[in-house]
């Protein structure tokens, strides 16, 4: 090999590539392009998540830790989410980090600047916003009464108000599946809920 050789194999250059095109070639771009893609990601599912996860039974003090939790498991395996399936994969994380946190989180006082109420509807004056958080309140612990399995599908129908079909899409699941998840949640929401109905003042 001729010295003009070995230095185009040392600059990765090949002998035949005119040097004009060598120089023309862009910078990699997947760097900018993977940050592109994660903070489209976090604007346009950040509140989906934080919700979701509420609503899976993560407490108030600890929702926006497990919501960056879930993004930063997103960022780790960003080049294993297929296109158009990010939500799918930060809904199947969140359930896996609600999980974890439901099991390890101890009792604690709630942050009330972080509530779900103040974030959804902060037009609200004190009284309603009192009564709400009763509502939610007795929420929490109807919803903590269902498996996490079937939860997920409750809150995506019910609460999000996701189509049975999107569900299965999300989810990854047959419809009949949606179905019986769905039906097992309500008829298990239905039986919690009067019980705690019945023995209120």
Do not use: Y
């Not at 090999?1 to 070995?6: G, N, P, T």
């Not at 297929?82 to 942050?111: C, D, I, P, Q, Y």
């Not at 309603?128 to 269902?146: I, Q, S, Y």
């Amino acid at each position: 090999m001729d010295d003009a050789m070995a230095e185009s194999a040392m600059l990765g250059v090949s002998e035949t590539e005119p040097e004009s095109q060598v120089k023309r070639r862009p910078a990699d771009p997947s760097g900018a392009l993977r940050e592109a893609r994660m903070r489209a990601m976090v604007e346009h599912h950040f509140d989906f998540i934080w919700r979701t996860l509420r609503r899976l039974g993560v407490g108030d003090c600890d929702a926006d830790d497990a919501t960056q939790e879930v993004f930063l498991v997103a960022s780790r395996k960003l080049e294993e989410v297929a296109v158009a399936k990010e939500r799918s994969f930060l809904f199947g994380t969140a359930l896996r980090v609600a999980s974890t946190h439901r099991r390890t989180s101890s009792r604690r006082r709630e942050s009330p600047g972080g509530s779900l109420d103040d974030r959804t509807a902060p037009q609200l004056g004190p009284d309603d916003l009192a009564e709400r958080r009763r509502a939610r309140v007795l929420l929490d612990e109807v919803l903590n009464e269902l498996d996490l399995e079937v939860r997920g599908v409750f809150v995506l129908f019910e609460l999000e108000e996701l189509t049975a079909p999107q569900i299965a899409e999300l989810l990854g699941i047959p419809i009949g599946t949606v179905a019986s998840r769905l039906r097992r949640a309500r008829e298990t929401f239905r039986t919690a809920l009067n019980a705690r109905l019945e023995v209120q003042p």
